[in-house]
């Protein structure tokens, strides 16, 4: 238990719905369980009518662009039409709807991706086809990406670090860039969202010009958003959990015969509001609708510019990316004045060469160059400046036979990280000394896939590979404290680096009305890195907490089920199920594990020439859980009822998308087992509608 956390309300634990005995289940779940056993049964069992086309449509993340059942790799896409539909908060807020995805939170604002149970620099985030780097090393340190402008978003569940290199031990985002309109000279679209529960909006207009002729495109587009502090289900307010933001994104490309190349520039501004275990002790609560951030604050700046190239060879394909970005961190402690004040700069390269051997046969090389510099210009200072360097080789081979394909890869990566002299952090008065030290660590990766289709309706995925990740600067050179958690953090400059095994066992079935998909995976790591609360205090006051290592596995998988029956016209039913387990090898239990959750919907969808609309209610089922980390609480079941609605038409002659959901609609108060907020007491937000309205200005 974390030192000092005296607001943490007392959770009474539920037996969970489908784990429990039935003679133990509660009333209320007996009644949800008959429910869905009544109207989804006699209708066999579920769908999104969209799903099956999807499973046809090239991806690029993996080996080559292929259809993703071609691919041996666990991927899954989301268009940016699907994450309008959700009203989402953020990025991460949308993916945390696909099975097997969740969101680290602190607030609405602030959160992060969690694949499988794997968050922070377990997960590769790739923009524009390069590596992205947010400081995900501290947990309050959200994505900060929004997903206004992007065109889809492609995940992989699993190790991918023969691809992409290091960080990529438990799954990979590739976030992808709007794309041209190829069939519209100009196109001005103008979008904006709104919150109930936040008051808050983001809206965004964009800029489109596209010469056919000479085969060039631009595109701009300006974005802002802003939220007030979140209500709960009990209606109270939570104080400092505001935030806005600012986004500018820019690219230029053109097309030649025998090349293609896009510069694109990304700009955004973002303030999070602060929140600790005591802010109610010395903020006052000012209006219900302020957005004043004089109290504790965060303040990320991001500056990315990156250069996407494609060369056409003569018997291959040769696509090199290279790009800058930096990454301005600062936390105000309240009145202005900055504590930690963080800058983080990245130059990046990628080169891909594929080249078809045969007609069945591809070949395919990839490098990746990295060099990243950490500097300190606050008072406050909890990981030292550094410099850090990373080169990758990777090669692999696709065979296509008759009904599967099989890919094999192997790749080599080479990292240091070298740490400088930080002022605070080195004086000889320090309490804990950490000197300055340099990092050095190989590592060498494999994957092993096959994809078996041997019917339009079958596809078999099996997948073996491996994963690596060396200690991030923060579990080395941590030496501080942790003003958000009020505990003292050290790392350990001896520490090893992390690898894993993962294997991933899929099945899918598909036919005009029905599809199913049942995955399975166990994932074994070994020099696991965590933090872990020692008996130690630092000036009396602050627990002292440790990077340490030891072996862990996770194990678990997910359940898809999606049916429109023929019989009931304009009507389809989805749902999902996902469970993770992560043990460490001493037998206690890894920190952030999600809950089991599942998820049910039925979908009412019409069509016509001009017209489209739909409606679908949803019930989200979460399940206890009681095996949390040392120094993390264990959280009740809850449910949660959502709807969505929207109409596609047109207006003055062109397309309007209205888009209207409403969340927690029972305004149930609980605990996401993967919020920080709930420490102090604090619960998720309550019943909260959102309005997305989509109008294209002008097209020709």
């Not at 949800?32 to 690029?60: G, M, W």
Request: charged content about 20%.
């Amino acid at each position: 238990m974390i030192n000092g956390l005296t607001h943490y309300r007392s959770i009474a634990l539920k037996p969970n719905f489908w784990q429990s005995k039935a003679g133990e289940c509660s009333s209320h779940f007996k009644n949800i369980l008959l429910y869905i056993i009544i109207c989804f049964l006699p209708l066999n069992l579920l769908a999104q009518a969209d799903s099956v086309s999807e499973l046809k449509e090239l991806v690029v993340t993996g080996v080559s662009e292929s259809p993703i059942y071609k691919n041996s790799l666990n991927i899954e896409m989301m268009k940016l039409k699907k994450i309008e539909q959700q009203n989402p908060f953020n990025l991460s807020d949308a993916l945390s709807k696909h099975p097997g995805i969740s969101q680290m939170t602190t607030g609405n604002s602030i959160s992060k991706p969690v694949i499988r149970g794997l968050y922070g620099n377990r997960i590769l985030v790739l923009l524009s086809g390069l590596r992205f780097d947010n400081q995900q090393w501290q947990d309050e340190h959200g994505l900060g990406l929004p997903f206004i402008g992007i065109d889809k978003v492609e995940i992989i569940k699993g190790p991918a670090s023969v691809l992409y290199g290091t960080d990529a031990l438990g799954g990979v985002i590739n976030i992808i860039e709007e794309q041209p309109d190829v069939n519209h000279k100009r196109v001005i679209d103008f979008n904006t969202r709104f919150y109930a529960n936040s008051r808050g909006t983001l809206t965004d207009i964009g800029f489109q010009k596209y010469n056919k002729d000479k085969q060039r495109w631009s595109r701009l587009r300006l974005g802002m958003e802003s939220h007030a502090d979140y209500a709960d289900g009990k209606n109270n307010r939570v104080l400092n959990s505001r935030s806005d933001g600012y986004y500018l994104k820019a690219a230029y490309g053109y097309k030649k015969k025998k090349m293609i190349q896009e510069n694109i520039y990304n700009f955004s501004l973002n303030h999070y509001g602060f929140i600790m275990e005591d802010i109610y002790n010395f903020i006052i609560p000012d209006k219900r609708w302020s957005r004043s951030m004089a109290n504790p604050h965060h303040t990320v700046m991001l500056n990315i510019f990156n250069s996407k190239n494609t060369f056409f060879l003569k018997k291959s394909l040769l696509k090199v990316n290279a790009g800058f970005q930096s990454n301005l961190r600062m936390e105000d402690e309240g009145g202005g004045q900055i504590s930690l004040n963080m800058h983080l700069i990245s130059i990046l390269a990628t080169a891909k060469w594929e080249h078809n051997i045969t007609e069945k046969t591809t070949i395919a090389t990839n490098t990746q160059l990295t060099f990243e510099n950490n500097t300190n210009y606050g008072g406050r200072i909890i990981i030292p400046d550094a410099n850090m360097g990373e080169v990758s080789l990777s090669g692999y081979i696709r065979q296509q036979l008759k009904k599967a394909i099989i890919e094999f890869g192997l790749g080599g990566n080479y990292k240091t990280i070298k740490t400088l002299y930080t002022r605070s952090l080195n004086k000889p008065d320090k309490d804990y000394q950490i000197f300055p030290f340099l990092m050095q660590r190989p590592s060498i990766n494999g994957i092993l896939g096959t994809s078996f289709y041997p019917t339009k309706k079958i596809n078999f995925k099996c997948n073996i590979s491996s994963g690596f990740r060396s200690p991030n600067l923060a579990e080395l050179a941590s030496n501080g404290l942790h003003e958000g958690v009020y505990r003292y953090e050290l790392g350990d400059p001896n520490m090893k680096i992390e690898q894993n095994f993962n294997g991933d066992l899929s099945l899918e079935f598909r036919n005009k009305t029905l599809f199913f998909s049942l995955s399975a995976y166990y994932n074994q790591f070994f020099n696991y890195i965590y933090l872990n609360p020692t008996s130690e205090k630092w000036q009396g006051a602050y627990l002292v907490y440790k990077y340490q290592q030891q072996n862990a596995k996770l194990y678990g998988g997910e359940a898809i089920l999606k049916y429109a029956p023929a019989y009931i016209k304009n009507v389809s039913l989805n749902g999902s199920f996902a469970t993770v387990t992560g043990i460490k090898a001493d037998g206690g239990y890894l920190p952030f594990i999600p809950a089991n959750k599942m998820k049910w919907g039925i979908r009412y969808e019409k069509n016509t020439k001009n017209k489209k609309m739909y409606i679908e209610p949803e019930a989200e089922f979460y399940a206890s859980q009681i095996h949390p980390a040392i120094f993390e609480k264990a959280t009740s079941g809850y449910i949660i009822y959502n709807i969505a609605a929207g109409i596609e038409t047109q207006y003055k002659g062109k397309p309007l998308h209205i888009y209207l959901s409403g969340r927690n609609l029972a305004n149930t108060a609980y605990y996401d087992h993967l919020s920080r907020l709930k420490y102090y007491g604090l619960y998720n937000p309550g019943i909260n509608f959102m309005l997305t309205c989509k109008l294209y200005l002008y097209r020709d």
